[in-house]
């Protein structure tokens, strides 16, 4: 039987990685399309619609908490080698995106480029604790 005062405690986590040298205006959207993907892909991370006392209803959120950390652009592609390697679902931003207006052109952009030289800004993960916390070894909490 649930208990309702104990604390959720989650076996994975979701985590936001952002370059250490974005304006304010490009982390916060970074994020944002970072974390459409997993929301899109992995729909046990979805929770239910939400309803105020009124009934109103609201979109559904994540059941658990983002957490966002930043990292210089080196760490950038050591933390993108380190969740591929451990097959980790995870989205990426890269630079050239900032340029882009639309998905298409988004993904072509991508394409464009080889995997080692994708100069990226942005990645979210999504997997066990353990291993988002080894992949982003070397990074810091945003402040």
């Known amino acids: 039987m649930d208990n309702d005062a104990e604390p959720v405690r989650f076996d994975t986590k979701i985590a936001v990685l952002l370059r250490d ?9 970074v994020t944002a399309f970072l974390v459409s993907g997993i929301a899109a892909t992995q729909p046990e991370v979805v929770g239910e619609p939400y309803e105020d006392a009124d009934g109103t209803q609201y979109l559904p959120m994540f059941r658990q908490p983002v957490l966002v950390f930043e990292g210089a652009k080196e760490f950038m592609t050591v933390a993108h080698q380190r969740a591929l390697g451990r097959g ?22 991508v394409r464009a480029v080889q995997q ?3 100069d990226l ?11 988002v ?9 945003h402040p």
């Open 116 to 118: 080692s030289q994708l």
């Open 88 to 109: 980790i679902v995870h989205s990426i931003f890269t630079q050239d995106l900032f340029a882009t207006g639309n998905d298409r052109d988004n993904r072509a952009a």
């Open 133 to 141: 916390d080894k992949i982003l070894k070397g990074s810091r909490m």
């Open 121 to 131: 800004v942005g990645l979210a993960l999504h997997g066990p604790k353990n291993a």
């Open 21 to 29: 040298d974005l304006a304010s205006w490009q982390r916060l959207n």
